[in-house]
């Protein structure tokens, strides 16, 4: 086996083995590590994603939801089910690990295919473009180089005062490993993680309690999609607590004191389970010797360029290793991208168009600016929202929570903006982003036939009322 390669990849989460395999495609000699091992102790490259994050997170989802709607709708199709509906929790976790195991394998198959090298274990770029390797029996082999991709993903965020055990208090990972249904469900942090594995547990049955620090619902959000995500988790039992930072955590026969810091002064409260999901940094700790000319942030991220060059030549980082959201699919395309550059192609990837996803019920999408940050920077712009209430297909899914709303240039009318929340938000998103990605305009969405009965006919008239005429509301 060869220890030279045009293009070596450290981390094979959805940027590195997408970098990998397109660059194999592209005729390089590639080498993919990645040091992340299965259940069955066997290589599992797909990173936090398909191991941990957003796979197992959404087969939960699935499960759940599919509980939930037994228990409290199917009677209003006039489906009725005798006795009384259990869960099997175990049956649910297997279902979710073997979603997990087909992915992750499937992954280890497309890079075969492609004639990537895999090795597993820990990778470390060292000077001149060399890339030391240590395995889980610490035995070492060494790579070298004409380009470094970095793509060491990320971590979830701890906070002091408390402290994982695995049991009582987890990280993400620990929530999708619960063995019962918690009584009592902690929650810090009501993100998108949050928000998606508390939705997860009280479906199930779970008293769940999030606890977020910050005085607004889905800060990063627009605030009228924000404002109508809290009206729904809140008709759904979730107890979201704003204003509300945690001070500490402590394990006391079997139950978590969780001490808080509110606008109303100090208190605690009692959990039987806590989740911490305040976020995700960089992991790049023990990624780089010394002197290899990378330059790493005060938040821990690799430095790059728009091009996703590091300060070093022919060193490259990508994912959640360096700024920009910490998405799936933001990642996967930064590694095309840098994969083609180096191929002497045009690599381009344009964060203002990334979509973000939360896979809550409703589901949350949104592309581009929100009306907040149009007002802070100034710019006019009309708007256009449309409620999913007022479509038939909707009404006829038993589903027609939320809306649409679209922000469109006062002058030129190009789209700015889209926010979704609503069923299926993280299909009906990709409209949108089409639509911005070719500088397109509200009248254009307007304009465009769209099927009926579907959802999108909300995106549709959304569009149309940006100019005041929508046909199915006042305008």
């Not at 397109?22 to 936090?48: F, N, S, V, W």
């Not at 990778?123 to 060494?142: C, M, S, W, Y």
């Not at 109303?264 to 999901?277: F, K, M, P, Q």
């Not at 992991?283 to 938040?299: H, K």
């Amino acid at each position: 086996m060869s220890d030279h390669f045009d293009v070596i990849v450290i981390g094979a989460g959805p940027a590195g083995y997408v970098a990998a395999i397109r660059a194999a495609q592209l005729g390089l000699k590639t080498a993919c590590i990645d040091e992340r091992l299965g259940k069955d102790g066997k290589p599992a490259p797909g990173g936090a994603c398909l191991n941990v994050g957003c796979i197992p997170s959404k087969a939960l989802l699935d499960s759940s939801k599919h509980y939930h709607h037994v228990q409290h709708q199917y009677a209003a199709h006039g489906i009725n089910v005798s006795g009384p509906v259990s869960m099997d929790v175990d049956t649910m976790l297997a279902r979710k690990d073997k979603i997990v195991k087909q992915l992750t394998g499937g992954v280890k198959q497309l890079l075969k295919t492609n004639q990537v090298e895999f090795f597993c274990g820990r990778g470390k770029l060292l000077p001149e473009r060399q890339v030391l390797i240590t395995d889980a029996d610490n035995q070492q082999q060494q790579l070298s180089g004409e380009h470094i991709i970095l793509a060491s993903g990320s971590i979830p965020i701890a906070i002091p005062n408390v402290e994982y055990d695995g049991q009582y208090i987890v990280d993400n990972e620990g929530a999708l490993e619960f063995a019962q249904v918690p009584q009592r469900l902690g929650v810090i942090g009501a993100g998108v993680i949050g928000l998606e594995l508390g939705s997860v547990w009280k479906r199930l049955g779970s008293e769940v309690i999030l606890l977020e620090a910050l005085d607004e619902l889905l800060a990063a959000a627009d605030q009228d999609i924000a404002k109508t995500a809290g009206r729904e988790f809140k008709k759904q039992g979730m107890n979201i607590r704003l204003s509300t930072l945690v001070q500490g955590a402590q394990v006391i026969n079997g139950e978590v004191i969780v001490k808080l810091e509110t606008k109303d002064g100090e208190e605690s409260i009692t959990v039987d389970r806590l989740l911490v999901a305040v976020g995700r940094r960089a992991n790049t700790t023990d990624l780089l010797a010394d002197d290899t000319g990378v330059s790493i942030n005060q938040r821990g991220q690799i430095e790059v360029d728009e091009h996703c060059r590091t300060s070093a030549e022919n060193i490259w980082a990508i994912g959640d290793a360096v700024r920009g959201p910490m998405l799936a699919h933001k990642g996967s395309e930064e590694g095309i991208a840098v994969a083609e550059t180096i191929a002497g192609q045009a690599g381009h990837v344009n964060l203002e168009t990334v979509p973000w996803v939360i896979y809550t019920d409703p589901e949350i999408a949104w592309v581009g600016k929100t009306e907040q940050e149009l007002q802070q920077a100034g710019v006019a712009y009309n708007s256009g929202s449309f409620p999913f209430a007022a479509t038939g297909r909707g009404l006829a899914m038993g589903d027609a929570s939320g809306m649409v709303k679209l922000l469109a240039d006062a002058e030129t009318d190009r789209l700015l903006g889209a926010h979704i929340i609503g069923p299926n938000a993280s299909e009906l998103i990709a409209e949108c982003v089409v639509t911005m990605e070719f500088a397109g305009c509200a009248e254009d969405l307007a304009r465009i036939v769209h099927a009926h009965p579907t959802l999108s006919e909300a995106v549709h008239e959304a569009a149309l009322n940006a100019d005041k005429r929508a046909i199915h509301r006042a305008n």
